[in-house]
């Protein structure tokens, strides 16, 4: 997969949740002017007509000169994007979906209850397409000398607001409140920054599992039009040591998550690694045709195996084991959600044998107790032979972790690969059914993670329930 042609339809897909925003908040809201909103429109076409023609070129052979022309052109389209995105200020838009509060208390709350903290934490749209986090309350204070009361705001660019997929950037960012609230200095030194992202990113690694990795390359993919990939600051590691240290945990943790289709003859047989080459393949374009080269030297002194195992070992203390994916991440789960998906069946429980299966067995279950009750047979033999019929026909939650990342598995595969196979010719038909699949896979994604966070606190209030019956059976 060229990792230009993968940009180009990254690029188109940002363009249509722009416009989405724009008609959604337009007709919710009415509060911007018919002509604010045809002008936003006029630019989205602009830019969609800018990335088409550069599509175009990519299906024929390219010469060095014009591999580097292309990509360029596609570099000052992802620019243009990001100051049409800052212009989403003049577009009075809702806030956040009720699905984004869901999916912070699921992954939040069993780790602040573990740190005896409170995970209450606002998300705020941003006009800025980043991903952010800082006290609100420290920047909002008239006095820097009062006691501040602890706002944590995590901030996501406004077109994301609806898309689960980029809301794996909230647990790194969520995971900074956490390294605000203690006693430690964030930013000391660079070492000290460095050390707090790499934190950050196992912790997200370690809940989301394979998900993060995708999101954050995704993400890393869209702002090299403005810096090079394999550069480091002050405030963050180059990306390079960021995604070769969660590669390098996933196969750790023996973590793997197939990648059932595309294209399989490339040696990727996983998310992580497909989207690890894709970086790759980026870096490699900006040493050819940017100008761009990576130097360890560039980098401070640092012990790269220790660094990451610093990280990991400190996320571990942090996250709850029933939240890691090591404990709950079955790779044989994803062929089963991504069909469901192309169904377009939520995901937010699971049941580990098919659904012809399940029936079968509850006919025959069922047709057990009808024979035992025509017997009057005892009652506590029907109430076990219900117990038995109950455990197995009921679905399990599934883990954000698991959601996400078969969201991503199915948006690569049955999504994005077709575009990218034919992004030479897309033609307005392809793009309005490529616009229909992602609101779609949206949609059910944002209704799994409620019906997981559902099924979770069920699950929690029965095991109470019978906890409470085995104590009173006993006191009995």
Known sequence: MDVLRYACVQLLERLVRAERYVTVSHLDI??????????FR?????????VLEAAATLGSPLSREEWGSVGRTIGRLFNNFDELHLRLAYIHGRWTTPE???????????????????????????DKYVFEEFD?????????????????????PKIEVDNPL?????????????VRRSAHSEHSTV?????????????????????????????????????????????HPDPRLRVTSMVQTLETDEVRSLLSCVEPNQGMPNLDRFFYQLFEDRCEFERQHLGSGFKTDDRPDIDVREFRRTAVDRAKELVPESLRIATYFEPSKFKFLQERLERGIPIGTYHENPLSQVKARG????????DVMNENGDPNTVAERLDTLRAFVTEHPTTAGEILTAGWLYKIDSIYAPMIEGIATLSEQRIEEFREKI??????????????????????????????????????
Do not use: N
Request: include cysteine; glycine fraction near 4%.
């Open 30 to 39: 009415g509060t911007s002017s018919d002509r604010i909103v045809a002008a």
């Open 42 to 50: 006029g630019r989205i076409d602009a830019l969609r007509a800018g």
């Open 100 to 126: 984004i509060e869901v999916f912070v208390r699921s992954v939040f709350e069993d780790i602040a209850q573990t740190l005896k903290v409170t995970a209450a934490v606002s998300v705020v749209p941003s």
């Open 136 to 156: 609100l309350d420290l920047f909002l204070r008239p006095d820097p000398e009062s006691t501040p009361r602890g706002t944590p705001t995590l901030f996501l």
């Open 166 to 178: 980029h809301w794996c950037s909230l647990v790194h960012e969520f995971a900074h409140t956490l």
């Open 191 to 235: 070492m000290d920054s460095w050390r707090v992202e790499a934190f950050c990113d196992q912790v997200a690694l370690q809940i989301l599992g394979p998900s993060y990795v995708a999101s954050f390359v995704d993400y890393m993919l869209a702002t090299a039009a403005s810096e090079f990939l394999e550069e480091s600051s002050e405030t």
């Open 363 to 370: 006919l025959e279950e069922l047709g057990a107790i009808r």
């Open 439 to 476: 609101f779609r896979l949206d949609d059910i994604l944002r209704s799994s993670i409620e019906t997981s966070y559902l099924g979770k606190l069920f699950v929690d209030v029965l095991g109470k329930v019978k906890m409470h019956d085995e104590r009173s059976t006993a006191a009995h």
